[in-house]
């Protein structure tokens, strides 16, 4: 069976500078973005781009993060009172203010991996120690699982003997496409949006 292709999204139409002060900006903007709405729209589209890039994703640890975060919010009530089980009174300005927090954090950590993932160095970084190091760190990242305890010491001299040989024509030192008409109209309307919400809340 053939496995899913690739969906390439940021990487061929976004050039690397304008993604990384794109995902500068956008962090600022979202850890000041009061709107519950606007973030959750934010998380689900970097959830996409996610998983359209099939990076991992678990889904599971989203919604526990969240009910956990508005779960200890609820433990210091503000508000209207909504219901009191046990005795516990739960407000409704506690689990919207754990709702926002979560889905701020959420939201944050998906764009970065949404982004980062996409980011290139300078080339002259890129061809050096530094890059190399980079490198190396991502792809013994991506071959962790293949280590198993019964075989230790055997399993990572092979990939650190496979990281050696990856980093020698590695992908990362291609260089990025430019800047399609696409990747403005994605950087420029997503910052306006920011604005606009950051303005009218």
């Given at each position: 069976?053939?496995s899913?292709?690739k ?36 998380y ?22 969240l ?9 210091s009530?503000?508000g ?14 506690a ?16 764009m ?5 993932g ?11 120690l530094?890059g ?8 013994m ?16 001299d ?17 260089d ?26």
């Amino acid at each position: 069976m053939r496995s899913r292709e690739k969906i390439v999204i940021l990487e061929k139409n976004v050039s690397s500078p304008f993604l990384l002060v794109y995902g500068v900006i956008s962090a600022f903007t979202v850890v000041l973005q009061q709107n519950i709405l606007f973030l959750t729209a934010e998380y689900t589209a970097f959830t996409v781009i996610v998983l359209l890039e099939q990076q991992r994703y678990s889904f599971y640890s989203a919604l526990l993060f969240l009910l956990v975060t508005v779960f200890f919010n609820a433990l210091s009530p503000e508000g209207k009172v909504l219901w009191e089980p046990l005795g516990l009174p739960i407000t409704e300005d506690a689990i919207i203010r754990g709702t926002r927090r979560a889905i701020t954090l959420l939201t944050l950590f998906v764009m970065s991996k949404a982004l980062l993932g996409n980011v290139l160095l300078p080339a002259r970084v890129r061809s050096g120690l530094v890059g190399k190091i980079l490198a190396a760190l991502q792809y013994m990242t991506t071959r962790k699982k293949s280590i198993r305890t019964a075989t230790l010491l055997t399993d990572v001299d092979r990939v650190l003997c496979e990281t050696d040989s990856s980093i020698a024509g590695h992908e990362a030192f291609a260089d990025r496409a430019p800047q399609s008409r696409f990747g403005f109209l994605f950087y420029y309307l997503i910052l306006a949006s920011h604005t606009i919400f950051l303005i009218l809340q």
